[in-house]
């Protein structure tokens, strides 16, 4: 594992630029790409989210973009300079329309939402009969290949994010997998191995040991990603992802190569 794609600043909800190009070197890398959420999206229930939890990226890229260009003098880290955008099918357009204004050195699309409703809060799912419960693991799989065959991100960020939740966990099976890896198989973008809740309440690596075997059935690539939001988490996830790595005997690949 030379470069981790995946981490987060204050131009989101991570930390300091400084402090995460700093832990990069700390664990060993080479590179680290700064890929800060953002939302691009008209729907009123979006702007409001965006109003709350401040992910204007869309309005501060420039100015990160200066930044990256200072840190990039003063460290042998190289410094790419990303987005992690929240993907649904219907705000497709604009995002595909920031995307090229933007240009970034590469994109990872997620998708955060089901039903309306981020998917990491369990509560607004726990009172829904299992049916609906398996609707909504659906349609989240769907918004997931509408994402990959849009073709406008290099990667796929935590593919089975459903997993994360306690109220939507163990619904995903092998007929979603399919599904996915038979649109990756297919597409440019790949999917990451993601750290983001390997050392906390998850305790597992996104994806699934069952869908990793999937892909790999259908020769789909993967790239890798700690999804670290403090420097910590940088040099703690880079050594399990390692592991993770050469246990499966996987060899990932850039951004830069899909």
């Not at 090229?100 to 799912?125: K, T």
């Not at 796929?156 to 994010?161: F, G, L, R, S, Y």
Request: glycine share 8%.
């Amino acid at each position: 594992m030379r470069a981790d794609f995946h981490a987060h600043t204050t131009y989101s909800d991570g930390s300091f630029l400084d402090w995460m190009v700093g832990a990069a070197a700390d664990a060993g890398l080479s590179g680290i790409g700064l890929a800060d959420h953002c939302n691009v999206s008209d729907r009123p229930a979006m702007r409001a989210h965006k109003l709350r939890y401040g992910y204007n990226l869309d309005l501060t890229y420039e100015r990160r973009r200066e930044a990256i260009e200072t840190a990039r003098g003063e460290t042998d880290v190289e410094i790419y300079d990303a987005v992690e955008v929240d993907y649904h099918p219907t705000d497709q357009a604009d995002i595909a329309d920031f995307l090229a204004e933007a240009g970034f050195d590469y994109a990872i699309g997620s998708v955060h939402e089901v039903d309306g409703v981020n998917v990491h809060f369990p509560e607004p799912f726990r009172d829904r009969s299992g049916g609906e419960r398996r609707a909504a693991v659906d349609g989240y799989f769907e918004d997931l290949a509408a994402l990959v065959r849009s073709e406008l991100f290099e990667i796929a960020a935590h593919p089975d994010i459903v997993e994360r939740n306690e109220a939507l966990r163990g619904i995903a099976g092998e007929d979603h997998y399919r599904r996915l890896a038979a649109a990756f198989a297919d597409s440019r973008t790949v999917p990451e191995i993601n750290a983001g809740r390997v050392t906390a309440d998850y305790g597992r690596f996104h994806p699934c040991e069952a869908f990793l075997d999937v892909l790999a059935e259908y020769d789909v690539r993967v790239t890798v990603g700690t999804d670290a939001h403090a420097p910590q988490e940088v040099r703690d996830r880079v050594p399990l992802l390692r592991e993770q790595l050469a246990d499966r005997g996987l060899d990932p690949v850039s951004p830069f190569d899909v």
